[in-house]
């Protein structure tokens, strides 16, 4: 049984970590894919969620710390507005079409979709001119992605896998995703998630984000050109569901950046830090 207490996913709310920006719609699912601390009320906590389709609305806090040398810390408040039914998921600024999924047995199947959405990664101007080793940088401007996924559930871990192309704004970039997550639920009420995440990020990925173009070339900053990468990211999520209809979710993840990411001269950390706390109305 897949109970959905807050989010459905990313997909979801998420905060990207392989760029320390945030992105709505792709990565934080609240769904329950193993079994409960006491199976014998499955039932009764599948009632008390409620169904995963209808409106939703909420309110998400976001945290992030990016790699960036002398880049504040970006804390915003977001709100939300949710719908999916048996067709389409719609997370804030992004969309899954749901397509047709494939039984395995009665334990298993996988889900397939096709997404879109806007990625608000990059920098502006003005947060440029507010750090020292990115003043006279071009901005680094978001795009809209497209891509498509499948999910693999089953009663030992949740795995799914994403690709993104992005389609308008100056990145042309591809990145693949691959996310592991096993839930436990507790008392018909919390849910921990622990989750892992390992991206491939292209060469026009890294080279947008952490590169440096030769007019932007100065003495403490070098060119530099990246290639392909991969990151990894850490990270737990618990969910407290109130009720039927009010849920609150904490999710604090870690993200390990690739080589090809450590080495740009704008980087001075090899980690990136994520925080998102969110609270959810279902209809």
Request: glycine share 8%; hydrophobic share 35%; proline share 4%.
């Amino acid at each position: 049984m897949n109970l959905i207490p807050c989010l459905n996913q990313y997909q979801k709310l998420s905060f990207d970590v392989t760029t320390g920006v945030v992105i709505l719609g792709l990565v934080i699912s609240c769904s329950v894919s193993s079994q409960p601390l006491h199976p014998s009320n499955q039932d009764d906590s599948a009632k008390q969620v409620g169904s995963q389709n209808g409106w939703g609305v909420g309110l998400a806090a976001i945290s992030n710390q990016q790699s960036i040398e002398g880049i504040d810390r970006d804390t915003m408040l977001i709100p939300i507005v949710t719908f999916e039914n048996e067709y389409v998921r719609w997370f804030g600024p992004n969309i899954d079409i749901k397509l047709p999924e494939f039984r395995l047995n009665d334990e298993q199947h996988l889900e397939f979709s096709l997404t879109g959405g806007f990625d608000f990664g990059g920098y502006d101007e003005d947060e440029a001119e507010d750090t020292p080793i990115l003043q006279g940088m071009e901005e680094r401007k978001g795009s809209f992605a497209i891509g498509a996924g499948v999910k693999w559930n089953n009663p030992w871990v949740e795995v799914e896998a994403k690709w993104l192309t992005d389609i308008s704004g100056d990145r042309e970039a591809n990145r693949v995703t691959l996310n592991f997550e096993r839930n436990w639920m507790f008392y018909n009420k919390i849910i921990l998630s622990p989750h892992l995440g390992i991206t491939w990020l292209d060469d026009n990925f890294v080279n947008f984000h952490y590169g440096v173009r030769s007019n932007e070339v100065r003495s403490d900053r070098l060119a530099y050109t990246g290639e392909a990468t991969v990151n990894f990211e850490y990270g737990l999520r618990t969910a407290y569901l109130i009720d039927q209809s009010h849920s609150v979710m904490l999710d604090f993840s870690v993200t390990s950046l690739g080589n090809e990411i450590t080495n740009s001269p704008l980087v001075d950390s090899s980690t990136e830090n994520n925080l998102l706390i969110f609270y959810m109305y279902k209809f």
